[in-house]
Nanobody, 118 residues
Framework: QVQLVESGGGLVQPGGSLRLSCAAS????????MGWYRQAPGKQRELVAK???????TYIDSVKGRFTISRDNVQKTVYLQMNSLKPEDTAVYYC????????????WGQGTQVTVSS
């Protein structure tokens, strides 16, 4: 059974930092493109960052220079380091895994809430 379990969300003041973790079980993450998505109230879910099996990364413009995605293939964990957080970063953050050899095979975590507020 495949599971993606996110952790690390919470309430933080503007300018603060959080590190999200996504622990995978039941898959080898080296065979997947791993990503972080977010969904704010009333908005569509959007891709925030992704990391390929070769560790190349992609970010949406609004988080470039502030967020860093990384992976630990041994621990089967993907991280999202978020610095200089802004209120507009407030959302539920979801971990996602897309199988390299068949992109229709994908998995989602249950989400973790990030709230940026003073």
């Amino acid at each position: 059974q495949v599971q993606l379990v996110e952790s690390g969300g919470g309430l933080v003041q503007p300018g603060g930092s959080l590190r999200l973790s996504c622990a995978a079980s039941g898959i080898m993450i080296t065979n997947y493109v791993m990503g972080w998505y977010r969904q704010a109230p009333g908005k569509q879910r959007e891709l925030v960052a992704k990391i390929e099996s070769g560790s190349s990364t992609t970010y949406i413009d609004s988080v470039k220079g502030r967020f860093t995605i990384s992976r630990d293939n041994v621990q089967k964990t993907v991280y999202l380091q978020m610095n200089s957080l802004k209120p507009e970063d407030t959302a539920v953050y979801y971990c996602n895994a897309v199988y390299l050899y068949s992109p229709s095979i994908r998995y989602w975590g249950q989400g973790t809430q990030v709230t940026v507020s003073s």
